[in-house]
């Protein structure tokens, strides 16, 4: 009965972390040193780390392989950096590198995982996602800039304001705490919260303020974000981007733009009153901004003339 006993409770807390379970929780549960050492042999359990061990049928997944980290790593520490960042989803999925946060001069060597030391870690800035210990969103968006270059970051910090993770605000003030001259990567978010093309505003998707860059590298007139466009005072309808002088509208498409025949049927009623507003739309998708970025300046740019000669 105590060895069923062991096995049930080993089963239920490696099945919430993930298919891992530290010492002191195997110890915890009635096994031993000679009990571990027993269900090593037998092949039940697979040394991860000195103290932490993998169960015998667990899917290795790299959740799994991060949490090892954090554990093995020890006390106070936590997913962070890159890591952190496929956690939160402001990455193009799991990144091949692992990486962990201490607190301290601690400086555990684990192999295949980089370790960062950090003197201003503190407990309020370590949440948990999907069973581990991770920096929040906004210490997250605050590191990267140690191990990505600008571009990368910035994306990163638009799928937060996307995700409703962050605001800009708050990530300057969290700059401002942490990064302290010479810090690390400090610079580089700085410089993307300074050159960001929709400066303090939420995006609704990702392809937003990258039609923002596009029309800054373009070199053309600044456009209005989400602008509210009216008609002898009544509502119309908000655009992505508008040129009001000009009543141009720009509006950018995502994959998710329409999605159902609702959400379609509005958007084409939408248009058809801008147009009755004496408005001109021009539409562009993830291609056109992604792929060809030239030609959404060039169609901006004609589309300008155009208008400002009627």
């Known amino acids: ?72 790593a020890g006390q106070g520490a936590t997913a962070s950096h890159r890591s952190a960042a496929a956690l939160w989803g402001l990455l193009d999925g799991p990144t091949e590198v692992v990486e962990v946060a201490i607190p301290g001069k601690r400086q555990p060597r684990l192999c295949g995982v980089l370790v960062h030391r950090s003197s201003d870690l503190t407990s309020a800035m370590v949440c948990r996602r999907n069973g581990i210990a991770v920096t929040n969103a906004l210490r997250t968006i605050v590191d990267l800039g140690a191990v990505l270059p600008g571009n990368l970051v910035e994306d990163a910090l ?80 908000r655009v992505d981007f508008a040129y009001p002088q000009q009543r141009l509208a720009l509006e950018v498409d995502g994959f998710e733009a329409h999605a159902t025949p609702d959400a379609m049927q509005r958007d084409h009623d939408r248009q058809n009153l801008l147009v009755d507003a004496g408005w001109s739309i021009r539409r562009f998708t993830w291609v056109d901004v992604v792929q060809r970025p030239w030609k959404v300046a060039d169609g901006v740019r004609r589309a300008l003339c155009a208008r400002s000669v009627e």
Request: aromatic share 4%; proline share 5%; charged share 25%.
């Open 158 to 237: 638009d799928r937060a304001l996307v995700r409703r993770l962050v605001t800009v605000r708050a990530v300057e003030l969290a700059l401002n705490r942490v990064g302290r001259p010479g810090r690390n990567g400090a610079g580089v978010l700085r410089q993307v919260l300074n050159e960001r093309a929709l400066g303090s505003a939420r995006p609704d998707s990702l392809l937003e303020p990258r039609m923002a860059r596009v029309l800054v590298a373009a070199g053309l007139p600044p456009a209005e974000f989400q602008y509210q466009v009216r008609n002898g005072g009544v509502f119309v309808g």
């Open 1 to 72: 009965m105590k060895r069923e006993t062991a096995m049930s409770t080993v089963d239920e807390t490696a099945q919430s972390q993930h298919g891992l379970i530290e010492r002191w929780q195997l110890t915890d549960a009635g096994l031993g040193p000679s009990g571990v050492a027993r269900w090593l042999r037998a092949g039940r359990l697979k040394r991860v780390s000195p103290r932490v061990y993998r169960l015998a049928g667990t899917t290795d997944t790299w959740e799994q392989r991060l949490l090892g980290a954090v554990l093995a």
